[in-house]
């Protein structure tokens, strides 16, 4: 994503404190008082950009070596959701956990009383408070009035669409999903698919199926107040469903949506050049390459509702940094907890984390070069600077077992495996089994 004579600029001293690790680390073993914090993350060096992360990431750690010890679990993906399930049933949570803030996934560990709130966290520290995060973040990963994430997974989408195919069919753009399923025969006879968007472990799709649900007058409202109402069976949610149903049979999809589900595989169609319409982050969009010709657009309007769909975002920003409430209890720790916290949610690695993998800072100030930051991804977060955002079921869902049928169900529902009363049915099912 960067510009590859760029990368070294970034972080300048990332290798030089990289080398002293191992005199650090052996400094540091020999000192008894000094404490050790294990840290659980999903960083790994998949990409060039992400190396230069890992990199300012390991340096740090060797850098406070002779003070405290970070002890790095990685697991990528959702199987890092696994490991803290694990962790948590053996009573073994990790220190510090990068892990995703909302009641659906984390709501186990709230209600177990395992983790502290970053009001708690703000007590201790002396360089960031509530104030210093962008306010409006906060609101994803509020559960019950209360945030125990520290919000640093900040980031911007945007449609895209393919130019060359429309040239090449020479249609007129659609805007919105009926004009979408009328030309959707003659994309698919070209071989082309009309919308790149798949489903498996509820991924993306459950990010698509809410900006069609957002449109409609209310949604906002019921998303709020599941967490009360414990239901997703309403019109709006109903009416959404028949939306993605229509579009399967109007063979708007992939044909097989679990195979061209998950992150990779879906976006790999649009990427390749053999879709349309897709939908995806601020850094994949700028890895697209110049195969074919094409452009950020705004999503495809629902024809009935009265949607500005030019003003409507999907930004996500529910997962970041959170605290063992033990672990923070301990006064051998708190100290090394503390100023860990404040580095890896600090202006530094936020600007780090932004030039090279198109995470959008969450500090209200956050100094970084512009010039380093690729064009595509600063266009995005341009272009949704003054939009609605469109919150998710997954801020919505207060338990995390309901959610995973949330997402288990959307697969067979989009897979067309499951009607949209089987779907609701499913999902109510669950939030009533789950509710005591």
């Known amino acids: ?81 696994t490991k803290i399930a694990t962790d948590m ?70 449609w895209v669409v393919n130019k060359t195919i429309l040239n090449e069919l020479g249609i007129e753009m659609p805007k919105t999903y009926n004009e979408l399923i009328a030309v959707s025969d003659q994309i698919n006879e070209a071989g082309y698919i009309p919308l790149a968007m798949g489903c498996k472990g509820g991924n993306p799709g459950h990010w698509w199926v809410d900006q069609i649900y957002w449109q409609y007058e209310g949604a906002r409202e019921e998303l709020l107040d599941i967490s009360e109402s414990w239901n997703v069976d309403t019109e709006n949610f109903r009416k959404a469903l028949q939306v993605v149903s229509d579009l399967k049979e109007a063979n708007c999809l992939p044909q097989d949506t679990i195979a061209n589900g998950d992150w990779g595989p879906y976006w790999a ?56 409430k033990k672990s923070f209890e301990d006064e051998a720790k708190r100290a090394a907890i503390v100023d860990f916290v404040e580095w890896y949610c600090g202006p530094e690695f936020q600007a780090i984390t932004f030039i090279n993998d198109g995470v959008v800072p969450t500090l209200v100030d956050c100094d970084y070069d512009v010039s380093l930051v690729d064009p595509v991804v600063q266009e995005v977060v341009s272009r949704n600077s003054t939009r609605e955002g469109v919150l998710t079921h997954m801020a919505a869902i207060p338990n995390a077992s309901v959610w995973a049928d949330y997402q288990s169900g959307l697969d067979e529902f989009i897979a067309g495996t499951m009607t949209i009363d089987e779907y609701v049915d499913y999902v109510q099912n669950s939030l009533e089994s789950n509710r005591e």
């Open 89 to 158: 049933a053996s009573e073994n949570l990790p220190d510090i956990m990068w892990y995703w803030g909302a009641a659906s996934d984390a709501g186990n560990m709230i209600d177990a009383d395992l983790l502290i709130t970053v009001d708690e966290f703000f007590e201790a520290s002396e360089k960031l408070s509530r104030e210093s995060f962008k306010a409006p973040l906060w609101d994803q990963t509020t559960v019950n009035g209360k945030n125990y994430c520290l919000p640093v997974d900040n980031l911007e989408s945007n």
């Open 269 to 324: 169609l649009f990427t390749e050049g053999k879709a349309l319409f897709s939908w995806s982050w601020a850094g994949g969009i700028a890895g697209i390459g110049d195969g074919f010709e094409w452009e950020l657009c705004d999503m495809l309007k629902v024809d009935e509702t009265n949607a500005d769909t030019s003003n409507l975002s999907e930004p996500y920003c529910g997962a970041g940094l959170m605290i063992n």
């Open 1 to 81: 994503m960067i510009r590859k004579e760029n990368r070294k600029k970034l972080y300048s001293g990332g290798l030089a404190l990289g080398m002293m690790m191992t005199a650090a680390f052996g400094m540091s073993a020999a000192a008894e008082e000094i404490p050790t914090i294990r840290f659980a993350h999903q960083d790994t060096a998949s990409s060039e950009g992400m190396q230069v992360i890992v990199d300012a990431l390991d340096g740090y750690i060797a850098s406070v070596a002779d003070r405290y010890i970070v002890e790095q679990e990685v697991v990528a993906g959702d199987d890092l959701k």
